[in-house]
């Protein structure tokens, strides 16, 4: 079993959408969450960090961890079709130590 | 803030040439930066985690002498990809974590990656 799953997609959605991308983490010592916008050939871009249960907003995003579970999920509302990209998770138990990745979901945004 | 930069950003060189990679972060110092390969449509993979003024740390599977690193100085680090051969070809990409703040722990913030390309 990978420590972080995700649903590689892809996914579609009109414009205008909701869009609920979704992880699951088996580690109880991971601590601290992320959520990575990746454009196709470019790094990954940070969109939201959080450390705690509960949810994180940021403009049209959405993050929303939920410790008990170990499920993370990103909430994207109003999508956009500037927001079609590979959207990673990634946890991490501090400290400076590394981050384990889920595959990513491939999102498409149609007009 | 927080930006890293990665160069170059492309590079295809023949069989057996030695190819060195930078990553700088341009607003912050990096006490710890952190080496990533990424296959196509598939999640990044960590190959070493390099601090500042001492050697890396590599991932199981990772050959230190292929992959050379070098973290001289809190804004640089550089991968030497050694003798490179086609199946050293693939997207590798450096992060780097700004400084933690009142105990808090940051996010690693990444390049644009290098694209390599072995013939």
């Known amino acids: 079993q990978k420590e972080v799953e995700q649903d590689p997609g892809p996914l579609s959605v009109p414009e205008g959408a909701i869009v609920s991308l979704n992880c699951t983490y088996s580690n109880s010592a991971f601590q601290y969450f992320m959520w990575y916008r990746q454009y196709s050939r470019k790094g990954p871009e940070l969109l939201m960090y959080t450390y705690s249960s509960g949810n994180k907003e940021d403009g049209r995003f959405t993050a929303q961890v939920d410790k008990s579970s170990k499920y993370i999920s990103l909430f994207i509302r109003d999508s956009q079709p500037s927001d079609s990209a590979t959207y990673l998770c990634?946890?991490?138990?501090?400290?400076?130590?590394?981050?384990?990745f889920g595959t990513g979901t491939q999102l498409k945004v149609e007009l | 803030g927080a930006v890293v930069s990665q160069h170059p950003s492309r590079v295809i060189c023949k069989s057996g040439t030695s190819v060195k990679i930078e990553c700088r972060s341009l607003d912050f110092q990096a006490t710890t930066m952190f080496w990533y390969r990424q296959f196509p449509k598939k999640s990044l993979m960590l190959m070493a985690t390099?601090?500042?003024?001492?050697?890396?740390?590599?991932e199981q599977g990772v050959e230190k002498d292929k992959f050379l690193i070098n973290h001289a100085s809190l804004t640089l680090s550089t991968l030497t990809v050694t003798s490179a051969h086609p199946e050293d070809s693939s997207f590798y990409i450096c992060?780097?974590?700004?400084?933690?703040?009142?105990?808090?722990?940051?996010?690693?913030?990444f390049g644009d990656g290098t694209r390599l390309s072995i013939l």
């Open positions: 390099s601090n500042e003024g001492s050697k890396a740390t590599y």
């Open positions: 990634a946890t991490g138990t501090g400290g400076g130590n590394k981050l384990t």
């Open positions: 992060s780097a974590r700004t400084p933690d703040r009142g105990g808090s722990n940051q996010p690693q913030h």
